[in-house]
C-alpha cells in the first residue's frame, strides 16, 4: 500500500488499523525500537536479523537489549512477538 503523499492523519489512520504492514531489518538498538513503536500503535511489522541468537530471544519474548531494559518491556514483546 503506498502511503507517501498521504495526509498524517490518514497515515496514522492506516498504522493503527494494521493496513500497512512494516519490514525493519535488523532487530539491533534502533531496528527493535522502531519495531516495538509501529507494534504498539497496531502495525503489522516483521523484524529481522542475522543474528540467530537476537531472533531466538525476540521469539522467547527477551528483550535482547540488556544494556537499555527501558526500551522494551517483557510484557510487550510477549504480547506482540510470534514465530
Given amino acids: 500500500m503506498k502511503i507517501f503523499g498521504l ?3 490518514k497515515i496514522k489512520e492506516l498504522i493503527s488499523s494494521g493496513d500497512v504492514s512494516f519490514s525493519i531489518y535488523g532487530a539491533g ?12 500503535i ?9 543474528n540467530p541468537d537476537i531472533v531466538q ?10 544494556r537499555e531494559p527501558g526500551v522494551l ?4 514483546l510477549h504480547e506482540n512477538t510470534s514465530s
Avoid: C, T, W, Y
Fill in 7 to 9: 495526509e498524517s492523519k
Fill in 29 to 40: 538498538k534502533l531496528g527493535l525500537a522502531v519495531a516495538s513503536v509501529l507494534a504498539n
Fill in 42 to 50: 497496531g502495525a503489522k511489522v516483521m523484524a529481522v536479523d542475522i
Fill in 57 to 66: 530471544m525476540i521469539n522467547r519474548g527477551e528483550n535482547p537489549l540488556q
Fill in 73 to 76: 518491556s517483557h510484557s510487550f
